[in-house]
């Protein structure tokens, strides 16, 4: 069983920036063989992947956030990060992180970013 902690998330002004992060812990020994990946869910919506970063750290993003976020992971300290510039309305939602494209079965609770006008 792998436990996904979400922390970093508030309400932010347009334009403001945030830093998420994730610690992952359980059963998982070691973070960097998997691909992983922040997802959000807005109110109505699905739960989309936003951010992905490969084994070797190669990134990938959803062109609604490219140019803006960047993830990075500390393999050492199972950790994966969103660094959330420029934010937009549009980014409100509950992030969270999870194993990219073949998520675990077991999400953490989240973290809500909440953008302002």
């Known amino acids: 069983q792998v436990q996904l902690v979400e922390s970093g998330g508030g309400l932010v002004q347009a334009g403001g920036s945030l830093r998420l992060s994730c610690a992952a812990s359980g059963s998982i020994f070691r973070l960097f063989v998997f691909a992983m990946g922040w997802y959000r869910q807005a109110p109505g919506k699905q739960r989309e992947l936003v951010a992905s970063?490969?084994?070797?750290?190669?990134?990938n993003y959803a062109d609604s956030v490219k140019g803006r976020f960047i993830i990075s992971r500390d393999n050492a300290k199972k950790m994966v990060y969103l660094q959330m510039n420029s934010l937009e309305l549009g980014d409100t939602a509950v992030y969270y992180c999870n194993k990219a494209y073949d998520p675990w079965d077991s999400w953490g609770q989240g973290t809500q970013v909440t953008v302002s006008s």
């Open positions: 970063i490969s084994v070797g750290g190669s990134t």
